[in-house]
């Protein structure tokens, strides 16, 4: 379904849809609004793979759409260029480092959001991952979010309001929205409608990414990623074989690495190009060794940048790797605390997210009430987990993954830490 509307694109969330369209009538000053319900600073949170930056997108279509009657009605030219990130009076930052220096934010940022809107009523301005902003970069947005420029209207995405994840001196000049992930039937039928995904691999795909539809579409597409998951629940079997778990450890980080570099090569060395031009590298003539003096140094700091996102890409597929494992886990607990399966998922640990066969298993609570597996094309792995591992183990178990991550997140070597936490999951499994 083509040009929905934001009041569609919006209908599972019926709380976020009805503030963006208020903020957007009110910005019309359309008779019997409230002025108070434009904001001119916000601060949209919620879970990873939520549709916080989508969200944002649905409220800039709304503020520059240009039907008469219908507000963000996904036809027109202004909701069609917003919800596709490319309206002129759209800025949409889309960070890819670790974190958001002060300098970017300076050129970046608060320079663009200064400038009047051209063709539109407002300008919006987009920060998706504000929690990467660093002190001194917060500080130097502080004064742009406080007071924002007459028609601008600035959106910070984040996963949540906790001081660890956005500063709080901007927290508090913001209108707080939160994004909650989507329904998993949304998930799904966005996958049928938007993806061509069949039914069956849409709804796997919407269980095993945890309703985040960003991972979701990659899932019912990519087979490389179907296979990285089925590698990464799979360790959990290998736990009980000897050095075989250590041994797919190092294949698992190996390939996740190549990836992270392969994946984004030809856009680097695009990138690269790009600036070797506009230095005018390879030229002779005057000013020819100036010229190349300043390119060098320009393509050192590029060079600083595509490791500090080579970094990022890494840590996060790591991310989903660990989701991934943990999941399974999580599956054997619930199966210990039920009172037995309702439906036959496939069983065969080997299955992915590309078989037609990928029923949504769930499993009876002791109150009646079904609770869905995360992976329930590994049931059959959940269940001998479940079997061969008690309560306190399968708990160790998570803590041993959540360590990992941590470690990740200290710089620690990837398979130093993941060889760690191979060894703390065969104590937690008692393998001798």
């Not at 190549?258 to 005018?280: C, I, M, P, S, Y």
């Not at 000013?287 to 190349?292: I, T, V, Y």
Request: one cysteine or more; hydrophobic letters at 40%.
């Amino acid at each position: 379904m083509t040009n929905r509307s934001v009041s569609e694109r919006l209908a599972d969330t019926p709380k976020v849809r009805d503030t963006i369209l208020a903020a957007a009538a009110a910005a019309r000053g359309l008779e019997g609004t409230d002025p108070r319900a434009l904001a001119h600073s916000w601060l949209f949170t919620g879970p990873p793979g939520s549709g916080r930056s989508n969200a944002a997108l649905a409220f800039a279509a709304a503020l520059v759409c240009t039907d008469p009657a219908e507000i963000g009605c996904g036809r027109c030219k202004g909701c069609r260029d917003a919800l596709a990130g490319q309206h002129t009076d759209l800025v949409h930052v889309v960070p890819k480092e670790l974190t958001i220096a002060a300098k970017f934010v300076r050129q970046e940022i608060v320079a663009k959001a200064a400038r009047l809107p051209t063709i539109a009523s407002h300008r919006i301005v987009i920060i998706e991952n504000a929690d990467r902003l660093t002190e001194e970069a917060a500080d130097a947005l502080l004064k742009t979010v406080e007071e924002p420029p007459e028609g601008t209207v600035i959106v910070l995405c984040a996963p949540s309001t906790d001081p660890e994840d956005i500063s709080q001196t901007l927290k508090s000049r913001c209108r707080h929205l939160y994004i909650p992930s989507p329904s998993e039937e949304e998930v799904v039928r966005i996958l049928m409608e938007e993806e061509g995904a069949s039914e069956s691999n849409a709804r796997l795909a919407a269980a095993t990414s945890l309703r985040h539809l960003g991972r979701a579409r990659k899932l019912v597409h990519s087979e490389a990623i179907q296979a990285r998951r089925a590698n990464s629940i799979n360790l959990a079997e290998l736990v009980f074989f000897g050095s075989q778990a250590f041994q797919a450890v190092a294949t698992l980080v190996k390939a996740t690495e190549k990836e992270a570099v392969e994946d984004h090569a030809e856009a680097d060395a695009a990138e690269r190009e790009k600036l070797e031009r506009a230095f005018g590298v390879g030229a002779k003539g005057k000013g020819a060794a100036k010229a190349a003096s300043g390119a060098a140094t320009a393509l050192k700091e590029l060079e600083a940048q595509q490791k500090a996102r080579g970094t990022r890409r890494k840590r996060d597929v790591f991310d989903l790797v660990l989701v991934d494992l943990a999941g399974i886990y999580r599956d054997a607990l619930v199966i210990q605390s039920g009172a037995g399966a309702s439906g036959a998922g496939a069983s065969g640990a080997g299955a992915g997210t590309g078989g037609e066969g990928g029923s949504a298993s769930t499993v009876a609570g002791p109150s009646g009430p079904t609770v869905p597996l995360t992976h329930p094309d590994f049931e059959g792995l959940a269940r001998e987990l479940a079997d061969r591992v008690d309560q306190a183990g399968l708990v160790a178990c998570q803590d041993a993954i959540t360590q990992c991550r941590e470690r990740l997140h200290q710089q620690v070597a990837p398979l130093v830490a993941f060889n760690g936490m191979v060894g703390h999951l065969r104590r937690a499994c008692k393998v001798d």
